[in-house]
């Protein structure tokens, strides 16, 4: 092996093994940035020996161990500067060594109680939605400072920034490296899931640049989605989430064109769905209907997606039934999005002037003032209707709103030829 | 990106016998930490090719032929399919399994192509025929 063979062995196994890694640290000393911190000191120990040592068999093992020692110093350390003030001489010694007992034997507990108080951490309320995403792409994706700052399209120092505040405001608000319990639960959890589905987004319809889709991020929101739906099984929104993803991500390949223009979800060519992920979101959705609750937003949204992915042709959409969960939808959290995306699924089901009735109401909503579908919409419904010039305005009015070029060309193609 | 790891086949596999309780043990592990870590998409073993039968193509000739197939080495008896980001974590992922046969044997790793793979490689007007062709198909199948 050269050493650029295993600087890239180091990055695969860091990928792999850094997540489980953090978190049993952090359940030693408390704090994931100085987890953090451990868990990379141990990697450039690896990228030391590696090269000449070669890449150990059980890697991940090598890595918690040498991450291990460490922790146990710190603590040491720390342990001395402490007692050092009370100045107790003879227990110390012995104190030290049940610390570094305890600590071998939280070692070995379950990585999997550790990776979900990970999760529940870097994503806490406490931080601002960027920096959640950012510390849970670095801290759970194993993803470094620069391909999180080159997938969001802003400079590594931003990101750094981000991830050391974010850190450091953990531990200054002291916040409990746990999993929450009772009433907690439910609002920590959909703090968890918007994370997972801001990330899955930001990578489906990219809200800046030149490309309509960074399929590296679904990849990522996916693999995370999935991971925490293992973690937590018995919460349906979490496998509501990832078969939403599953199924959005099931139509990348058919929703732009070969030259890159976006290509609307009737138009698009259903033999170029990924019926491998679409078989897995079924799977999901199935998953959440069997724990039997009442379904929650993202179990709604997958069961809308669910009707596309199962119909076989455009035409053979059930969109009543899409409407119904629509309706499902907009009482369980209004919104007046929710309601733009029933006026759609109404209009197909029983015409445009029935959708449009619904559409003209949300004309006067602020939340949709600056919101590009809504024109868009509009304009496609104006068009149906043979209302041409209204349509052509609704369609420019649409690609001044939005951020996306590839959108805006084919908003102002849509004017064009209307 | 996505990989298909290809399990070889050996004597035993070839055989019809059935793995060691050992090592469907431990290839439930194998296969529960990749589920875990949302790596893996699916995989499945494959029936002895003494179950299956290939075409061969010559020409516009076609001539169907039934296993089983000598070359044991060369055959696949199971496969996964894995999302990861690069080939060395595919490596990394991989050198985890358990030897998949007990004995001699081998796991081949393959990347799958993307449509961003495919760049230019398609006329349009060849695209266009297979979209096409996709589409005949499906209507066919929806009747």
Redesign the interface.
Known sequence: MTSTDTH??I???W??ESARLIAGLARIVRDVGVAEELAQDALVAALEQWPDAGVPRN?GAWLMTTAKHRAIDLLRRNKRIERKHEEIGYELEARQDQAAMDIEAALDDDV?DDLLRLVFTACHPILSAEARVALTLRLLGGLTTVEIARAFLVSEATIGQRIVRAKRTLAKEQVPFEVPRGADLAGRLSSVLEVIYLIFNEGYTATAGDDLMR??LC?DA??????VA??APLEPEVHGLVALMEIQASR??AR?S?SGDPILLLDQ????WDH??IR?GLAALERAGQLGRTPGPYVLQAAIAACHARA??AE?TDWKRIAALYEMLAKLSPSPVVELNRAVALSMAFGPAVGLELVDQLTSEPLLENYHLLPSVRGDLLFKLGRIDEARGEFERAASLTRNARERDFLLERARTS | MRFMVLVKASKDSEAGVMPSKELLTAMGQFNEEMVKAGVMLAGEGLHPSSKGARIRFSGDKKTVIDGPFSETKELVAGYWMIEVKSKEEAIEWMRRCPNPTGDEGEIEIRQVFEASDFGDALPPEEAAREDRLREEMQRKASK
């Open positions: 890239r062995a990055d695969a196994v990928r792999i890697p999997g399929p590296g990849e996916l693999r995370l989605g999935r991971m293992e973690l990348s390949r732009v070969a060519n259903r033999a170029h491998l992920l897995r076989i042709t053979e």
